[in-house]
């Protein structure tokens, strides 16, 4: 009995040598065999906060995408192409929904290109791509990108309203209450990524200064400057730390934006 692979196969061979309203019927059977793909990727994606019929039909669209936009001609198996680009699929829906807890801009923008870049890597390759594949593919550095996948999971949150088991308790009955550490949690990841746009030098400086204690004159003679320039410097790159914080938060909410300017309140204070 021919598996799925090999009728796939056959079917991409039949689409290859047809057109019209043939080719769409051997691109609909295609759709039809690899269905349970797309769910198979679905139920990885469960729990958070997106209905399981919702998450099938956009797997369903990943699919079809992916029927559409694979070539048989270079030789991997289709699979290796169809997965990935259902997985990107799924996760700009969640991507589109909003976040829960906003990355800085830059993340969400290096996201959307490693999306978009997955399913033709994922061909190129025969496999789907590794955190270095993205890294040289998109000439960015790696720990960029895995700063990006590490922030792929802050999706949507669950309604409050969901049942939590056979009782009448729902999920907010079993919430603890407000934080105040919380509110500083984003504002702090956001300046650690601000901190590595930083040149060594400067960071140096602000190791010495904040977590070292030195003084000024201590930093001018471990860096070999004046304590007024030393001066000149903190005030510089904290500006510039205080603007890159607060413009890459400013659409994360009121609470993010007032923890962000605590903390470069904080800092050059």
Avoid at 47 to 73: M, N, S, T, W
Avoid at 93 to 109: K, N, T, V, Y
Wanted: include cysteine; aromatic fraction near 6%.
């Amino acid at each position: 009995m021919e598996d799925r692979r090999e009728a796939t196969a056959r079917l991409f061979d039949l689409v290859r040598e047809s057109d019209g309203d043939d080719r769409a019927r051997h691109e609909d059977e295609i759709i039809r065999l690899n269905m349970v793909v797309a769910r198979d990727c679905a139920r990885r994606y469960r729990g958070r906060g997106v209905a399981d019929d919702d998450l099938e039909q956009v797997a369903y669209l990943g699919l079809v995408k992916a029927v559409r936009g694979f070539d048989p001609d270079r030789g991997f198996d289709f699979l290796s192409f169809a997965v990935p680009t259902v997985r990107g699929e799924l996760r700009r829906h969640f991507r589109d929904l909003g976040w829960a807890l906003r990355p800085p801009r830059s993340i969400q923008e290096l996201q959307t290109r490693m999306l978009a870049a997955e399913g033709d890597l994922a061909q190129q390759l025969g496999r789907s791509p590794r955190p270095s594949d993205f890294a040289r593919h998109l000439d960015v550095d790696l720990e960029h990108v895995l700063d990006a996948l590490g922030a792929s999971g802050c999706f949507a949150p669950a309604s409050l309203d969901v049942p939590t088991g056979e009782d009448d308790s729902v999920l907010a009955d079993r919430l603890g209450g407000l934080d105040p550490a919380f509110d500083s949690a984003e504002a702090r990841v956001t300046l650690a990524a601000v901190m590595r746009g930083l040149t060594p030098r400067e960071r140096r400086i602000l190791e010495l200064r904040f977590f070292g204690g030195h003084t000024q004159a201590e930093i001018g003679a471990d860096i070999g400057v004046t304590q007024m320039q030393v001066s000149r410097l903190l005030n510089r790159i904290l500006a510039r730390m205080r603007d890159k914080m607060l413009a890459d938060t400013a659409s994360s909410g009121p609470r993010c934006l007032t923890a962000c300017r605590r903390t470069t309140t904080s800092l050059t204070g």
